[in-house]
Structures are given as structure tokens and as C-alpha cells.
């Protein structure tokens, strides 16, 4: 049985270094969990994670054993807000920050597998904090600049002002919907200036 690796098959896991580029993102599904607050203190933060792994890795079982279907879990991504902007991209007032932590699932995924696989989670001795919390939804981004960071995630806000003030203008676009990023590195195993982070921002014509 062949194993699907969707960063290497899907376009939109793959962007060059501080290099923009403008793709078409289809409907896609993920997992979900809904937060506020700076991701690098606040516990429900880690909370989400935590319990977007265990579904994430039923769901893969599952698919193996039901469609002879393998595959590698992606990486993680968030959407990020605030309710004043400037927060995020210059201020980085982290507090202010809102956020949801999505793993994506192929769209063979049921929602009867989905609620099966959290169902066997939370009948587990050690159940996730965070497990109701977590959601199946579908996200339609459709038309998105996006471009690689390497380095921090503090070190965010040249490639982001670049790409809202100057890049997205001059192609007559608009910022709509919510900031995404995709974290192809591990920040566990990879030291802060070698990690590698797509930053999107999905637009429209102004």
C-alpha cells in the first residue's frame, strides 16, 4: 500500500523562500479547535494540539483499514485574528490574538469517522483536555498569496508587512478572510532560525 504525502502532492504545501506567489486553494477539510490568547503561554493552546493528534491519527488508521488508503498526517496550521489587526502585524500583541489550530484530513473522511474516532478517544483512560472541542469543517479559501518564512515566528512581520502593504496591492487585490500559516517544521526538533512556515493570506479583487 502506497502512503499519500500530501506536502509533496498538493500545491498549496509548497512555496519558495520570501518569494510570493498566487494560487487557487480548494474546499478542503480539517480538524478544528477554537482559541484566544499567545500561543506561546497559553495552555489552551497546547491543549488544542493535544487533541488534535490522537483524532488525526485514528482518522489515518481508519482510512488504512477501511479504503486501503495510508497517508502522512500534515502539518499543523493555524488561522490567526484580532480584533484590531496592528496587534498581529506590527504590535505582536500575542494576548490579543485569536486563533484556530486545524490539522487537514483527506476528503474521504466521514463525519460518522470523524465522530467514531473521537468517541474511541474520549472511551481512553488519558482523554485530552480539549477533545470536545475539536471539530470537522470544511474551509474554502480559494484565491491566496502565499510565500515561505524561514526563521521565527517573531521574525514574521517583514515578510507579512511586505506581503499585505506592497505585494498585494500591486496585484489589485484585497486582504480577505483570515491570516494562515502551515508549519512544516517541528519547533521541538528545529532551532528557531531554521524554521520553515508558509505564510498565506487568502485575497480578492479590490
Known amino acids: 500500500m502506497s502512503k499519500i ?5 498538493l500545491d498549496s504545501y509548497r512555496a519558495r523562500h ?53 497517508y502522512v498526517v500534515p502539518p499543523i496550521e493555524a488561522l490567526w485574528w484580532a480584533d484590531n489587526m ?7 500583541d500575542k494576548s490579543q490574538w485569536d486563533w484556530t489550530v486545524m490539522l487537514m484530513v483527506p476528503d474521504w473522511i466521514t463525519v460518522d469517522m470523524f465522530a467514531a474516532a473521537v468517541q474511541k478517544i474520549t472511551n481512553k483512560k488519558d482523554v485530552p483536555v480539549s477533545i470536545a472541542k475539536v471539530r470537522l ?4 479559501e480559494g484565491l ?10 517573531d521574525a514574521e512581520e517583514a515578510i507579512l508587512s511586505k506581503m499585505h ?11 480577505v478572510k483570515k491570516h494562515h500559516e502551515i508549519y512544516l517544521s517541528d519547533s521541538r526538533k528545529v532551532s528557531p532560525e531554521k524554521l520553515r512556515t508558509i505564510v498565506r493570506q487568502p485575497v480578492a479583487l479590490s
Open 18 to 70: 520570501n518569494e510570493f506567489s498566487i494560487i487557487t486553494v480548494p474546499l478542503r477539510q480539517y480538524l478544528m479547535v477554537d482559541g484566544h490568547g499567545d500561543p506561546n503561554t497559553a495552555q489552551e493552546f497546547a491543549d488544542a494540539i493535544s487533541a488534535l493528534y490522537p483524532v488525526a491519527y485514528s482518522l489515518k488508521f481508519a482510512s488504512k483499514n477501511d479504503f486501503s488508503k495510508d
Open 5 to 9: 504525502d500530501f506536502k509533496k502532492s
Open 165 to 175: 502593504n506592497e505585494f498585494i496591492p500591486a496585484q489589485g487585490f484585497k486582504m
Open 144 to 153: 491566496c498569496v502565499q510565500a515561505l518564512h524561514i526563521g521565527s515566528y
Open 86 to 92: 496592528e496587534t498581529f502585524t506590527s504590535a505582536r
Open 137 to 140: 469543517e470544511t474551509l474554502d
